[in-house]
């Protein structure tokens, strides 16, 4: 079974960064696009961010477009988001997923291995 691993969650003040890590199956993250994704109490999971096989392409949600990067390590088998300026509204439990594609999308339909969820909880 794929493992997509996530670390890096916790708490943090409002202003405040945080950056996530996520591990990933070489045989999957070696031809796949990855996209973080975020779901908060209550609702339905979103799109956060989205990368492709080479780096070269990202995408971002317009609610988190220059708060939040995403970047992977294709040597580690890693994809990292970091947060910035984080606000209230950022408090969710967020995932990494796998695309079995280069290219990337913001459709979580799209996404073919989910990790487990970190939770992130950012107080005011």
């Known amino acids: 079974q794929v493992q997509l691993v996530e670390f890096g969650g916790g708490l943090a003040q409002t202003g405040g960064s945080l950056r996530l890590s996520c591990a990933v199956p070489e045989r999957i993250f070696s031809n796949s696009a990855m996209g973080w994704f975020r779901q908060a109490p209550g609702k339905e999971r979103e799109f956060v961010a989205a990368i492709s096989w080479s780096g070269r392409d990202t995408y971002y949600a317009n609610s988190v477009k220059g708060r939040f990067a995403i970047s992977r390590d294709n040597a580690k088998n890693t994809v990292y988001l970091q947060m910035n300026t984080l606000s209230p509204e950022d408090t969710a439990v967020y995932y990494c997923?796998?695309?079995?594609?280069?290219?990337?999308?913001?459709?979580?339909?799209?996404?073919?291995?989910w990790g487990q969820g970190t939770q992130v909880t950012v107080s005011s």
């Open positions: 997923a796998a695309r079995s594609s280069p290219f990337a999308t913001m459709f979580r339909y799209e996404y073919h291995y």
